[in-house]
C-alpha cells in the first residue's frame, strides 16, 4: 500500500523565532517531504525523468525467440480451455537453463485475423487492457528481412499512486506467427527490463478458431511493495490473453493489418 505522509505541527514554545529561521526550517521540511514522496512514489518523479536518454542497460533478461513455444498439454488442460478457461504451463528449460518461463494459453472462438487485430492495435490499448492509461506508437516501420518493428509508449496505472512508463520495441515475425518484444534500450522506462512473446496458432481441432500462447518477463527496479508485484507477475498473464479473447470474439470479422505487417493468412 502506498504511505501516507502525515506533517504535525509542533506546539509552539517560549523560544522566539526569527523570520529566517522559520523559511529555513520550512524549506527544509518541504525538500524532506518531496525526497520521501520520490522514494514512495515513482509518479512523483516522472514528469522530470528525461525519458529520451538512453536506459542505464541494454537488456539483462533473455529475449523470446520467435515462433511456437516448447510446451505439452495434457487432457486437463484441453478441458480447461474448452471450457474458455486460460492455462498456465512452464516451458521446457533450453540448453542452459535453469528453469522454462511461465506460459499462458487461451482459446478463442474467433480466427487468426482478429487476434492478430487486436494483439498489433497498440495505439488502442488504453480502454481494451486494463491498467493502461496511454498506449502509443512513435515508430512503426516494415524491415527488409520481412519483419515489422513497432515502438510503444505505455504508462500502466499499477495502484493508486503506482503508476510505471515504458517504452517497448516489438519486432513482428509473420512467417512464425509471433511477436516479441524487449525494452527500447534508447529510452528510459521506470521497468528495469522486460522480455515478452505472443504467439498465434490456429485451433488443432476446430476450424476458424485460434489458440494464443502468451509470456512476458519484467524485472522491476528497486524495492517495489508486494501488491504490485503480484500485479505484475502471474496474475498479469491470464488477464492479457482474457482481453484479447474477449475482444477477438466481438469482432470476428476483424483483419490484421498486412499492408503494414505482412502478415498473410
Not at 488502442?124 to 516494415?142: D, I, L
Not at 516489438?170 to 515478452?196: C, I
Not at 498465434?200 to 504490485?228: M, N, Q, S, W
Given at each position: 500500500?502506498?504511505?501516507?505522509?502525515?506533517?504535525?505541527?509542533?506546539?509552539?514554545?517560549?523560544t522566539?523565532?526569527?523570520p529566517t529561521?522559520?523559511?529555513r526550517?520550512?524549506?527544509?521540511?518541504?525538500?524532506?517531504?518531496?525526497?520521501?514522496?520520490?522514494?514512495?512514489?515513482?509518479?512523483a518523479?516522472?514528469?522530470?525523468?528525461?525519458?529520451?536518454?538512453?536506459?542505464?542497460h541494454?537488456g539483462v533478461?533473455k529475449p523470446?525467440?520467435?515462433g511456437?513455444?516448447d510446451?505439452?498439454?495434457?487432457?486437463?488442460?484441453?478441458?480447461?480451455?474448452?471450457?474458455?478457461?486460460p492455462?498456465?504451463?512452464?516451458?521446457?528449460?533450453?540448453d542452459g537453463?535453469?528453469g522454462?518461463?511461465?506460459?499462458?494459453?487461451q482459446?478463442?472462438?474467433?480466427?487468426?485475423?482478429a487476434?492478430w487485430?487486436q494483439?498489433?492495435?497498440?495505439?488502442?490499448?488504453?480502454?481494451?487492457v486494463?491498467?493502461?492509461n496511454e498506449a502509443k506508437?512513435?515508430?512503426?516501420?516494415?524491415?527488409?528481412?520481412g519483419?515489422?518493428t513497432?515502438?510503444t509508449?505505455?504508462?500502466?496505472?499499477v495502484?493508486?499512486?503506482?503508476?510505471?512508463t515504458?517504452?517497448?520495441?516489438?519486432?513482428?515475425?509473420?512467417?512464425?506467427?509471433?511477436?516479441?518484444w524487449t525494452?527500447?534500450?534508447?529510452?528510459?522506462?521506470?521497468?528495469?527490463?522486460?522480455?515478452?512473446?505472443?504467439?498465434v496458432?490456429?485451433?488443432?481441432?476446430?476450424?476458424?478458431?485460434t489458440?494464443?500462447?502468451?509470456?512476458?518477463?519484467?524485472?522491476?527496479?528497486?524495492?517495489?511493495p508486494?501488491p504490485i508485484?503480484?500485479i505484475l507477475?502471474k496474475?498479469?498473464?491470464?488477464t492479457?490473453?482474457?482481453?484479447?479473447?474477449k475482444?477477438?470474439?466481438?469482432?470476428?470479422?476483424?483483419?490484421?493489418?498486412?499492408?503494414?505487417f505482412?502478415f498473410g493468412?
Amino acid at each position: 500500500q502506498p504511505t501516507h505522509l502525515i506533517l504535525v505541527c509542533p506546539p509552539h514554545s517560549r523560544t522566539t523565532r526569527t523570520p529566517t529561521m522559520l523559511s529555513r526550517k520550512i524549506i527544509v521540511s518541504i525538500l524532506s517531504l518531496v525526497a520521501a514522496i520520490a522514494v514512495i512514489d515513482p509518479c512523483a518523479v516522472d514528469a522530470k525523468k528525461n525519458r529520451d536518454v538512453p536506459h542505464p542497460h541494454s537488456g539483462v533478461l533473455k529475449p523470446y525467440q520467435p515462433g511456437a513455444f516448447d510446451l505439452k498439454l495434457d487432457s486437463s488442460d484441453e478441458k480447461c480451455l474448452e471450457a474458455g478457461k486460460p492455462v498456465m504451463k512452464q516451458s521446457t528449460p533450453k540448453d542452459g537453463e535453469v528453469g522454462g518461463g511461465a506460459i499462458c494459453v487461451q482459446d478463442v472462438d474467433a480466427p487468426r485475423e482478429a487476434v492478430w487485430s487486436q494483439i498489433l492495435d497498440y495505439d488502442k490499448y488504453k480502454g481494451k487492457v486494463a491498467k493502461v492509461n496511454e498506449a502509443k506508437n512513435y515508430v512503426v516501420r516494415k524491415n527488409s528481412d520481412g519483419t515489422s518493428t513497432v515502438k510503444t509508449k505505455m504508462v500502466l496505472g499499477v495502484l493508486p499512486g503506482y503508476s510505471y512508463t515504458a517504452f517497448y520495441d516489438h519486432t513482428l515475425h509473420p512467417k512464425q506467427n509471433s511477436v516479441v518484444w524487449t525494452l527500447d534500450y534508447e529510452k528510459t522506462s521506470d521497468f528495469d527490463d522486460v522480455a515478452g512473446h505472443w504467439h498465434v496458432e490456429e485451433h488443432p481441432t476446430k476450424p476458424g478458431c485460434t489458440r494464443l500462447f502468451y509470456a512476458c518477463d519484467i524485472k522491476l527496479a528497486g524495492a517495489v511493495p508486494k501488491p504490485i508485484v503480484n500485479i505484475l507477475s502471474k496474475s498479469a498473464l491470464k488477464t492479457a490473453t482474457s482481453w484479447v479473447k474477449k475482444n477477438s470474439e466481438q469482432t470476428p470479422e476483424m483483419t490484421a493489418p498486412s499492408t503494414t505487417f505482412g502478415f498473410g493468412f
